[in-house]
Every structure is written in structure tokens, then in C-alpha cells.
């Protein structure tokens, strides 16, 4: 070949790569991965319920199946396969960061998707197995401060007491209240709440999907009418612009320092390009809504969200896409924020959130009332 053959050659391959690196123009920056655990057995049971007495052996209660197991690990993969390039081929705890709830299943989980993402190659095999160990944090659940947010907060709780008697949720509680006694009566419990439903739909999801054939008083309620109850109380709990503010609102404000920092280079450590965090379903429910993208719904096992934070090439301005996966058989699908651009401009997306973001979350969550009693925290 003579030497303008090979530079055009060169320029040619050059031209190649570029095109379908940056079909877009955009450089990607930093990468937040929030997903709910895998398939898991039930975490409760109720008083009436066949399968009370069930041990899930060897699995035990509230963990991820073998199922789930799989679908944590194909997500991996499906991370790795997005950002091959992204992340490298080493892992290198300054680029990649986990964290889970201090919830076994949501733990197993991240273990599973760090096996797939970061499986060993040339000097880190150090053996025969194809897994390497990736650390995964997390915060004890009484103090939790970023995927649960179960740490108290006093006006969180003020706020939902006033929205749970308000005349719209009054009249739906009473729309629904031979379905409650229907309810109560098949399964031992006392059922009041919309949250009380939702904790029933999780077991019969959750013995459904472990194969378990439910009882019969099921079929005309299960799954379409608990399921439509169990989304009502997931947007419930993150009705308003409060509520978020104090729940998933939490999870964003440290997305967008994230951001921030980097964007000013001062992020730390320097190289870090991706946060993975293993959560629930209202991780994912509440981080949604504090996207403005919550559709009634119940975010289901290995449900993810991603959030892509860019730089343009050519204007220089800085943005983020939004993607989420509703299930394991749902493709990532990219989410429209209202009221922004499809690439939604990092000041944009500043001025959309701000109603929603934390500015000082224990001075918003006080209250001066000495009579205040806290609610149990809801979830695992
Ligand atoms: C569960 O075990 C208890 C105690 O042995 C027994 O009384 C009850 O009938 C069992 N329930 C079911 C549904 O098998
Ligand atoms: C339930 O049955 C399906 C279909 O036979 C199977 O693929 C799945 O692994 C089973 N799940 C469990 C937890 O046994």
C-alpha cells in the first residue's frame, strides 16, 4: 500500500469508529444504574395462607430464586455489553462504585451484577473461577439516607397522614371497602390501607412466581385488581411535590451533586464513571416520580433505571437521558423528562426538579409538635 493509500486507509477506519461512537456527538460522562433485586420467595406471609409453614428451602423467605439470581446477572450483562468501552476492561474501584440497601436480596442481587459486569480478565483471573470479588456497600437500614430513605422524618409522615384523609383518598378507600373485608377475611390480617394491599400483592406475586398454585378466593382479584391497588399506593406514597421531596427526592440530589462534580472536575475519586445501586420497589417508584416520569405501575424484580449524564461535543452544554427497564422482558426504553428536550439539558433538568430536591432534609423533615408520633417505616 503507498503512503496516501494507508493514510486514506487510516482516515477511512478513523472516520469508521468515530461514526459509530458518536452517533449522537455526545461524550458520556457518568452513568447511575438503579435497579430493584431479582426474583425473590416472599418476605411475609398471612395468618390464613397455605403456604405459611413453607421453609423455601434451601432458599429461606425474602431471597432472590434461582431465577433471580439469573435475571441480576443478565442485567449485568446487559450493563457490561452498553459499556463495554465506558468501563474498561479492569475493575478499578475509582471508575465503578456499588451499593445496596442492607437488605440481603437487594445485596445478592449487585453481587450478581458486579459478577457479570466485571468478570476477570489477563491479570486479575487469579484462578478458576470467572468471578472476581466487587465490593458492594451499603447503609444499615435504620439510617438509610439514600435508596430507602427509612431514616425518620417527621413531615414525611405529617404529609402522607393529611393526604390519607383527604376526601379523594377517603372516597377511594371507600370505594374499596368490601374489597378490604373480602380481604381480611381470606387472609387473617387486617387490611386498611392501600399499602396493606400492596404488601398482600407481594406475597401472592412472590408464590406465584416460586410456582405455588394460590387459593382459589384469589382468582377474581388477583393479579388485576390488587395490582391496580398496589400501583395506587406506590403513587400515593409519592403523591406530591412534599412527599418526594423528602423520599425519592433524596436519591436525586445526590445524582445531580454527582453531576455537579463532575462536571467541575472535582468529583472524587477523579475517575469515577458509574454508580450501580441495588434497591426495591420503591426505590424505583419513588425515584420516578421524582423524574416526573411515574406511571401508575408496580416496578418489578430487576426494574432499572438509568440516568446518562453527557457532555455535547459541538455546544459544549452538558445533559442527561433518562432510560428505564420495566421488567426483564422490556426492553431499556428511553424516557421523555416533561418539559425538557430528549437530551434534557443539565440547567433545564435543574429548573424542572427543583421543587423536588432537598435543600436541607433534616430541617425539612422537623417538627416542633412534642406530640408527634413516627410512623413504622413501610418496606423491608
Ligand atoms: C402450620 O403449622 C402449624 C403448627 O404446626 C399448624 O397448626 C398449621 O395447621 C400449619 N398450617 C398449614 C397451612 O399447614
Ligand atoms: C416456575 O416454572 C417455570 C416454568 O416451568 C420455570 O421456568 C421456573 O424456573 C419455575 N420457577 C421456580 C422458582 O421454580
Known amino acids: 500500500m503507498t503512503a496516501v493509500g494507508s493514510v486514506l486507509f487510516v482516515t477511512f477506519i478513523t472516520i469508521g469508529v468515530c461514526s459509530s461512537y458518536t452517533v449522537d456527538s455526545k461524550e458520556l460522562l457518568l452513568v447511575h444504574v438503579i435497579s430493584r433485586h431479582g426474583a425473590r420467595t416472599p418476605v411475609d406471609t398471612y395468618p390464613k395462607d397455605p ?22 446477572f443478565n442485567l449485568g450483562r446487559e450493563i457490561r455489553k452498553r459499556y463495554d468501552n465506558f468501563l474498561g476492561d479492569f475493575y478499578d474501584n475509582e471508575i465503578y462504585h456499588s451499593q445496596s440497601t442492607d437488605v440481603d436480596r437487594a445485596i ?61 383518598v377517603q372516597e377511594r378507600l371507600r370505594m374499596n371497602k368490601e374489597l378490604f373485608e373480602y380481604l381480611e377475611e381470606w387472609t387473617g390480617n387486617s387490611i386498611n390501607t392501600f399499602d396493606d394491599v400492596q404488601d398482600l400483592y407481594s406475597t ?34 409519592a403523591y406530591n411535590d412534599i412527599l418526594i421531596k423528602l423520599k425519592g427526592g433524596v436519591l436525586l440530589k445526590k445524582i445531580i451533586d454527582d453531576w455537579a462534580s463532575k462536571k467541575d472536575g472535582t468529583i472524587k475519586p477523579d475517575g469515577r464513571r458509574m454508580f450501580v445501586y441495588g434497591g426495591h420497589d420503591s426505590t424505583i417508584a419513588n425515584l420516578l416520580s421524582a423524574l416526573k416520569i411515574f406511571k401508575p405501575h408496580v416496578p418489578d424484580y430487576t426494574s432499572t433505571i438509568i440516568l446518562e449524564f453527557s457532555r455535547d461535543r459541538f455546544t459544549g452544554e452538558y445533559g442527561i437521558e433518562v432510560f428505564y427497564k420495566m421488567s426483564v422482558h422490556h426492553e431499556l426504553q428511553k424516557m421523555r423528562i416533561p418539559n425538557c428536550d430528549s437530551f434534557c439539558l443539565l440547567k ?8 423536588v430536591v432537598p435543600e436541607n432534609w433534616e430541617k425539612e423533615c422537623h417538627t416542633d409538635d412534642p406530640d408527634f408520633i413516627p410512623s413504622e417505616p413501610i418496606g423491608p
Not at 398454585?213 to 403513587?235: A, C, G, Q, R, V
Open 204 to 237: 401472592l406475586y412472590a408464590e406465584e412466581s416460586f410456582n405455588l398454585t394460590l387459593p382459589s378466593w384469589t382468582i377474581n382479584i388477583f393479579p388485576d385488581k390488587l395490582y391496580e391497588l398496589t400501583s395506587l399506593s406506590f403513587h400515593l406514597r
Open 51 to 72: 403456604y405459611i409453614n413453607t421453609t423455601f428451602y434451601p432458599a429461606g423467605w425474602g431471597q432472590l430464586t434461582n431465577e433471580g439470581k439469573w435475571d441480576a
Open 108 to 168: 445478592s442481587s449487585v453481587q450478581m451484577m458486579n459478577a457479570a459486569i466485571w468478570e476477570p480478565k489477563n491479570g486479575q483471573k487469579w484462578g478458576e473461577l470467572n468471578w472476581q470479588p466487587v465490593p458492594v456497600h451499603s447503609e444499615t437500614l435504620d439510617q438509610d439516607m439514600l435508596l430507602l430513605v427509612r431514616k425518620m422524618c417527621a413531615q414525611y409522615d405529617i404529609e402522607f397522614r393529611k393526604l390519607m384523609s383527604s376526601p379523594m
Open 348 to 355: 433545564d433538568f435543574l429548573r424542572v426538579t427543583a421543587d
